[in-house]
Each structure stands twice: as structure tokens, then as C-alpha cells.
């Protein structure tokens, strides 16, 4: 017998936050646009995609890398941004003048918190920046963002200062505040002790971010995912400090979690909390 029961239709469900990253796409999935759509799967938005550049990339390295026409990234840029809308952004590899450029322009015209990770060199050292472009993230892209995410190569890249000790965090973190970006995070990972990061947003805006280090070198992709997952809770509407915490609490989870991957550096664990 045939039923003639009409189907369940489900009640559409509500979007969730939308997330957009423009970065470099890592081939071997660790970094770049890669995590930072896992980052953002895992904390519950919805990411999006601008891709700057491909990266020929794996455990070892970058073996090479090719930027995207200027054009190409702003028609991205503009598919997503004039139809779906987005809640925050998030920036990573941008690769050259003209694509830094071009993407502080039109993330000047968006009404939402922007993340910029002004990527300088990847984990295994290699440049994802030329040295021309530097000045133009100091310039143009610093002063369009809402926190700036440097680690502390990236510090002395944009104000000059050697960060060796923590003493020495709080003027690096003026010192980026005073390029343009309403708030800087410095990431203190690459000191001895704790894994501490500052958080500065002015004389009354000091917070410390505090978690413990694990002895795990399968660290590739952490600055990438920091900053995504950073975006994600101001998507959610979360207050900066505590979308920093919510990312410091997950980021220190996927490092724990990070595991072997071909014979280098393998990548933290996106996905830590389902394992």
C-alpha cells in the first residue's frame, strides 16, 4: 500500500554566525585557510573564504607558493561579503604589496570586527611576506583592524622592538597599538615559562592570558587558528577579552592534541574536543 502521508518538512533553521577568512590556502591542511575553517567548524560558526595564495606545503615546509591576482581576491571579497554578510574577519597570509593593499582597502568599508594575523614567515621559517610589504601592513592594514595578532617575529617585523622576556611584552603591545589596531594581542609562545599572551587595549585594558606548555612540537597552524578562533567568539558577540580567553582555552587544547603528520612539524588538533 502507498502512503500518501505528506513528508516532514523541517522549519528552516537560523544561520549561524558567519566567519570569513582571507588567507593563503595550505595544501597540507595545517595552517592557513584550512585551519581556520576547521577552528571555525569547531567553535559553531559558519566560515567563508577569501584564498590569497596557494602554497605548495607540507610537514617540512614551503616548497613554493603562488599569489592570486588582486582582481581575484576582490571579487571573492565582494561574492561573499555583498550577499551573505559576515560577523567578523579574520586575515592571514597575504603574500605582497598590492594584496595587502588591496585587502585594508576593502576591509575598510566592512562593519564588522576585523582579526588581521599579519603572517610574516611560517612555522618552518619560510617568508609568506615580501620585506616590501611589511611597512604597507604597518600602514594600511594595521589601522583598519580591530586586533592585531603578531607573534613576537612578527613584533619586531612591524615596531622594531626584541621582545626576549616578559617584561618586555607591554611595550611591544603599545608600540602596535600606537600603528592603528584598537586592540594587540602578543603572543608570548616562543618565551621560556608559561605560554603567557598579552592582550592590551589601552592603560585600562590590560589582560594576561596564562596556560601551560606542553612538551608537543606538532605545533603548525597555532597563530592561524588563535586568530580564527578569536573571530569566532566575536561572532557570537562575545567582548574581546573574552573571545581571546574562549581562544586561548580551545588553542591550548589543539596543541595538546597536536600529532605526527608526515616527517616534520605535524598540526595541532582542530578537533580536539570530539576526540
Known amino acids: 500500500m502507498v502512503s500518501t502521508a505528506s513528508p516532514r518538512v523541517a522549519p528552516p533553521r537560523e544561520a549561524p554566525p558567519r566567519v570569513l577568512t582571507v588567507a593563503g590556502s595550505d595544501s597540507g591542511g595545517g595552517a592557513g585557510i584550512q585551519a581556520d575553517l576547521k577552528a571555525m567548524l569547531a567553535l559553531g560558526v559558519h566560515g567563508m573564504s577569501v584564498i590569497t595564495a596557494v602554497t605548495a606545503q607540507n610537514s617540512l615546509g614551503v616548497q613554493g607558493y603562488w599569489e592570486l591576482p588582486a582582481e581575484a581576491v576582490r571579487a571573492q571579497f565582494r561574492s561573499v561579503v555583498d550577499d551573505i554578510g559576515v560577523q567578523a574577519v579574520k586575515t592571514g597570509m597575504l603574500a605582497s604589496v598590492e594584496l595587502v593593499e588591496t585587502v585594508a582597502g576593502l576591509l575598510a ?65 603599545k608600540a602596535l597599538v600606537d600603528l592603528g589596531p ?57 567582548p574581546l ?22 616527517a616534520g612539524i605535524g598540526p595541532v588538533d582542530h578537533a580536539w574536543r570530539w576526540r
Not at 604597507?136 to 612578527?154: I, M, S
Not at 577579552?241 to 608526515?262: C, D, H, N, R
Open 109 to 173: 568599508g566592512v562593519d564588522a570586527p576585523v582579526v588581521v594575523d599579519p603572517v610574516g614567515v611560517s612555522k618552518h621559517g619560510d617568508a609568506l611576506l615580501v620585506a616590501e610589504a611589511v611597512a604597507t601592513v604597518r600602514e594600511k592594514l594595521l589601522p583598519v583592524a580591530t586586533l592585531a595578532t603578531p607573534n613576537l617575529h612578527e613584533v619586531t617585523q612591524l615596531t622594531g622592538l626584541a621582545v626576549e622576556d616578559e617584561s618586555q611584552m607591554m611595550d611591544a603591545a
Open 182 to 238: 584598537r586592540w594587540a594581542l602578543v603572543k608570548g609562545g616562543h618565551l621560556a615559562g608559561e605560554a603567557a599572551d598579552l592582550l592590551y587595549g589601552g592603560p585600562d585594558e590590560v589582560h594576561w592570558f596564562r596556560a601551560p606548555r606542553y612538551d608537543n612540537r606538532h605545533t603548525h597552524g597555532t597563530g592561524c587558528t588563535l586568530a580564527s578562533a578569536i573571530a569566532a567568539g566575536l561572532a557570537k558577540g562575545e
Open 241 to 262: 577579552p573574552q573571545a581571546v580567553a574562549s581562544a586561548k582555552e580551545y588553542i591550548t587544547g589543539a596543541i595538546a592534541g597536536g600529532f605526527a603528520l608526515g
